[in-house]
């Protein structure tokens, strides 16, 4: 059996890594972002183990100007620069393969396609069978037998691509693909092509002529004639984007692919590069065998999981949840919606590796039998128990008639509550990072995708032994986190904010709001006669219909039939891999353009359309007839809360259009109110209260209209003398402050000039100077603690000490802002929890709904309206004791747009 090569695009792999996760990066306690490095390691250890090559390099593209940057000076002129996040993990990912001692090779000079295609044909030359590990379609000209794409995709799928892939993919065979790729061009490394020829006509071109000698030897033969003309007068460029696009397969290299041997990990090395980036899971993976994947010691494995059947069995477990100190519990059921699914069962742990599973459908005794067992055991508030998102569960529960009570864990809030800035707080990676290992994941049971099925198809079996796990990973994450929590001095914010406040979210969500479906009817059709308004517009001024939406279409009108940067006096026309940028934020750079005017326009109002009026509606539960979001705990790192299915927190509130949405927000029983309670600048007297501002103190505490009294210190002038652009720049430079706001942004905001906003910041401190004493304390503690925190205690790792001047720069703006918006995050959850305890206790029929920022909203019968107002406003009031006073707006209405 000939041996085996793989050739590693390290380029293409890192790219993949960093963008994989999407919004929700893996990062370190510190905030450093890891994706890249964790892809990439786990891609590694992928084509080490399960492939087993004789032979392995990783090639990375070298920084130098290459041959084709000299032939062609615009070569990737527009490519956008790579992400700073992913760039500072370059050296860790080299540092990572040389640990694994895997060849990296990176040539001045040389691109890592043209020492992949050199190494391949040498390879090939020599009998071995070449694998090139990479996505990208330039790779398909060195196909030929015994060399192959191997494309790497999500866990086990993988394409493996010969010589026919080219056939396959566009109809030309191998010997064309260069030819192909002159014509059409390549906008992500900017090369041109032969204008007006894309894909389509370029295949049609090859298939009918052949390569591109044989198509100019035809030349008079192609048709249309606006494409042979095309051909024509770009025949040079047609001839110099072939040569840029030709893979080198003859370059001269300093290493030959028989210098590339598979050699054993370094694995102290390769373990100290894993634990300074937190990658326990994989430091688990190399204790052994550095060439097999991490196996559980015979003491993790020994499980005693139970499908509890018969009474006998149930009865055995009732008496051990109650002899237990605590327990985790877990529901299986038909869906992901709490409102609307069916419980399929119940699982417990009380030991570590022994858990029961309760199908309700396998079992010998009644539904009410088991209930009646269970309920006094899962209402028992002085029972501890927990679970991971046991919000979820205690909804399920609630379906069934039982109030879980006694809820003293969460293991979801413990792991976001030790690390705020990871947004991977799920049970397979807390297994995985805590415990090193791997569990039974819900996609081996269920599928994915059109051939997914239901939890109540799988096998019994299977389900009890998924479902065991699931109680007990959680319960031996408890035992854990638990101690962290206590080491960290988090158990105040743990214990006194974030789980009672399961409860009230989960009642909250519950309660769910009504929504008037009529008037955002009718919204939608009079939105819907200006969208056809402005389209009829945006043709006109492009001189033909088009798919407005299309950022492939748009592009081309706006930069090569418009030329609306020439108009704009926009020197630099901005791309991306997939063509002309088209972009919110690019677009506004032409705003003086009419036809881009109306595009923003046009695009604002469909996504209120798609997103809200239309959207909305589409998510009543049939059962309840509310719209029922989910509150989210543990996303945001500053501690906010955040909702979800639908997010009901991004609903616009500054356009008109944004308030006639929040008006279809009504209650949900005749003769009642909608009252919304929100906190007046709530940040603003945090910041007064932790910096100890004398002035922002007196201000705050006399009522005065603290952005006009900063305007009158900042610009030196009498309060009665303040303009109301003043008013309105000091405004900016409050809040401004508060998010690490700085002079070029100031200056952006208010038209003024960079000097200008300087000196306007200057001002500021001097006005302001407790403030400024207390920002560099704030850093001060946090380069020397590497972490930030709330007036709770809530914390969030900050690198204060990054030599990275963009880093240190994004790392001062969390460090100041953390503490007051944290502060505000908690202020507020402490208020609900109390507000809420009033409610049970007075026997109010008052229902808390939502919460938004710093705002609450709630329904109440009319006659119940003056003394609950009363009632919310005392508590949000008194939440925390501040050196300033909290002022509270309550307002009253039909709907939510008149109660704000």
């Known amino acids: 059996m000939a041996k085996r090569i793989f050739l590693l695009d390290g380029s293409a792999i890192a790219y993949r890594s960093h963008f994989a996760f999407g919004a929700n990066p893996l990062t370190t306690k510190a905030g450093m972002d890891t994706s890249a490095c964790y892809g990439f390691a786990q891609s590694l250890f992928r084509i080490r183990d399960q492939e087993k090559p004789d032979y392995m390099a990783v090639v990375f593209d070298s920084p130098e100007p290459t041959f084709r940057h000299k032939a062609y000076p615009e070569y990737k002129a527009t490519r956008e620069k790579m992400p700073e996040e992913l760039q500072l993990q370059l050296p860790i990912i080299q540092d990572m393969v040389e640990a694994m001692r895997i060849p990296f090779i990176k040539q001045a000079g040389l691109e890592a396609d043209d020492i992949i295609g050199t190494l391949a044909y040498q390879a090939q030359k020599d009998g071995l069978e070449v694998y090139m590990v990479t996505g990208d379609k330039d790779f398909m000209q060195l196909l030929k037998p015994h060399i192959y794409i191997y494309s790497l995709k999500k866990k086990s799928d993988l394409d493996i691509l010969n010589e026919s892939a080219p056939e396959k993919k566009w109809g030309v065979s191998v010997e064309h693909v260069t030819d192909l790729l002159a014509l059409m061009g390549d906008s992500s490394d900017n090369i041109p092509g032969v204008p007006g020829i894309g894909e389509k006509t370029a295949v049609k071109l090859i298939q009918q002529f052949g390569n591109l000698d044989q198509i100019y030897k035809s030349i008079e033969k192609v048709t249309p004639d606006r494409i042979k003309q095309k051909l024509i007068d770009h025949r040079e460029q047609a001839y110099l984007c072939k040569d840029l696009v030709t893979i080198e397969t003859n370059a001269d290299l300093p290493i030959s692919h028989d210098e590339l041997q598979v050699r054993p990990i370094e694995v102290e090395r390769l373990k100290n590069i894993f634990q300074n980036l937190e990658f326990f899971s994989l430091v688990e993976k190399i204790k052994g065998d550095p060439h097999t994947d991490f196996t559980p010691s015979k003491e993790d494995t020994k499980r005693n999981y139970q499908l509890i059947t018969t009474h006998k069995d149930l009865d055995t477990l009732i008496k051990d949840l109650t002899n237990a100190q605590t327990f985790s519990v877990d529901t299986e059921t038909t869906g992901l919606d709490p409102i609307s699914s069916s419980l399929l069962g119940i699982s417990f742990s009380t030991k570590k590796s022994q858990a029961s599973y309760i199908s309700l459908a396998h079992a010998d005794f009644s539904p009410k039998e088991l ?211 088209t972009d919110h934020e690019t677009l506004e750079n032409y705003i003086e353009h009419p036809i881009v005017a109306h595009i923003l326009e046009y695009r604002n109002l469909t996504k209120l359309i798609s997103t809200y009026i239309d959207a909305l509606p589409t998510l009543i539960n049939p059962k309840t007839k509310k719209i029922h979001t989910s509150f989210n705990q543990t996303i945001a790192a500053t501690g906010r809360l955040s909702s979800s299915d639908p997010n009901l927190q991004n609903i616009p509130i500054r356009t008109d259009e944004g308030k006639r949405i929040r008006q279809a927000f009504v209650p949900s029983e005749k003769g009642w109110k909608l009252i919304s309670a929100d906190y007046s600048q709530i940040e603003l007297r945090l910041l007064a209260h932790m910096s100890s501002d004398p002035t922002l103190i007196e201000m705050f505490t006399k009522g005065q209209d603290v952005h006009a009294q900063t305007a009158a210190k900042m610009f030196a002038t009498s309060i009665h003398d303040v303009t109301p652009l003043q008013r309105s720049r000091a405004k900016t430079i409050n809040f401004g402050i508060i998010y690490g706001m700085g002079p070029q942004r100031l200056a952006r905001e208010n038209e003024i000039s960079i000097d200008e906003a300087k000196a306007f910041i200057q001002n500021y401190f001097e006005a302001f100077s407790e403030v400024q004493t207390y920002f560099d304390r704030t850093l001060e503690e946090g380069k020397r603690d590497g972490f930030v925190q709330t007036l709770t205690g809530r914390k969030r790792s900050v690198d204060l000490s990054s030599t990275n001047p963009r880093l240190l720069a994004f790392a001062q703006r969390i460090a100041i802002n953390t503490p007051l918006q944290g502060s505000a995050a908690d202020l507020i959850k402490i208020a609900m929890i109390e507000i809420h305890k009033e409610l049970q206790a007075s026997n109010y029929q008052t229902r808390m709904l939502l919460q938004v920022h710093d705002e609450l909203v709630f329904e109440s019968p009319s006659d119940e309206c003056e003394r609950v107002t009363q009632m919310i406003k005392e508590k949000m009031s008194s939440a925390m004791k501040l050196k300033v006073p909290l002022i509270v707006d309550i307002g009253v209405g039909e709907n939510w747009a008149n109660a704000h």
Request: aromatic share 6%; with cysteine; proline share 3%.
């Open 371 to 581: 209930w009646s067992k269970l309920k006094p055991i899962l209402e028992d508030k002085n029972k501890k128990k927990g679970g991971q998102n046991i919000k979820y569960d205690r909804h399920i529960l609630l379906n069934e008639g039982i109030r879980l009570s006694g809820i003293d864990f969460d293991t979801m809030i413990a792991s976001y509550l030790l690390d705020p800035n990871n947004r991977q707080h799920g049970i397979d990676n807390l297994a995985r990072t805590h415990l090193g290992m791997e569990k039974i994941s819900t996609e081996s049971l269920i599928g994915k995708g059109a051939k997914q099925i239901s939890m109540a198809q799988v096998d019994i079996a299977q389900l009890a032994e998924y479902a065991c796990e699931d109680a007990d990973v959680a319960y031996q994450l408890h035992q854990k986190l638990d101690p962290k929590i206590k080491n960290e001095n988090l158990e105040h914010v743990y214990r006194d904010i974030e789980i009672p406040l399961i409860e009230v979210l989960g009642d909250m969500e519950r309660n769910g709001i009504m929504l008037d479906v009529e008037h955002l009817k009718k919204q939608s059709k009079e939105l819907s006669k200006k969208v056809q308004t402005l389209e009829k517009k945006i043709y006109e001024l492009a001189g033909r219909n088009f798919n407005i939406k299309s950022p492939k279409q748009l592009g081309p009108i706006l930069f090569e039939e418009l030329k609306i940067q020439e108009a704009c006096n926009v020197k630099r026309v901005k791309k991306t891999k997939t063509g002309y940028a």
